[in-house]
């Protein structure tokens, strides 16, 4: 069930790729943090993470969880933004065979989530592969 006030107070890091940032020692986290898991500090910023990287490792699901029988296969792997940050997100406008890992990726906001037949749409990041000229 869709909680609007959860919802809306979400909507910043649907949307965004957010993560904070230790003051003290320059460690980067997603999502974000409130205390720095390597020096203690509570001094944390939230920064805008780069919305390039690339694959370090995926896996195509072929047996999907119950509720996501209609997108399978789909792909769901790791990604390492510049500066070191790994996400796990959907990999998607791709093929299963033609996915590589080391391949660059970008962040591409889809549909996530939809409530029921009739319910609200809930978006939120996935990666796709960069096409070069």
């Given amino acids: 069930m869709l909680r609007v006030p959860k919802y809306w107070r979400e909507i910043p890091y649907r949307y965004r790729l957010i993560g904070s940032k230790c ?43 119950s509720g996501y029988e209609k997108y399978a296969p789909y792909i769901v792997g790791i990604v390492e933004l510049e500066g070191g940050v790994r996400i796990l997100s959907q990999i998607v406008d791709c093929d299963p065979t033609e996915i590589t890992t080391g391949m660059e990726v970008e962040a591409a906001f889809r549909r996530v989530i939809e409530q029921g037949e009739a319910g609200a749409i809930e978006y939120g990041y996935k990666f796709r592969p960069i096409i070069r000229p």
């Fill in 23 to 65: 003051k003290k020692c320059g460690k980067i986290y997603f999502p974000p943090k409130q205390r720095c898991r390597v020096c203690g500090s509570k001094e944390l910023e939230t920064i805008n993470l780069p919305r390039q990287g690339r694959l370090i490792t995926y896996t195509v699901v072929r047996s999907p969880p």
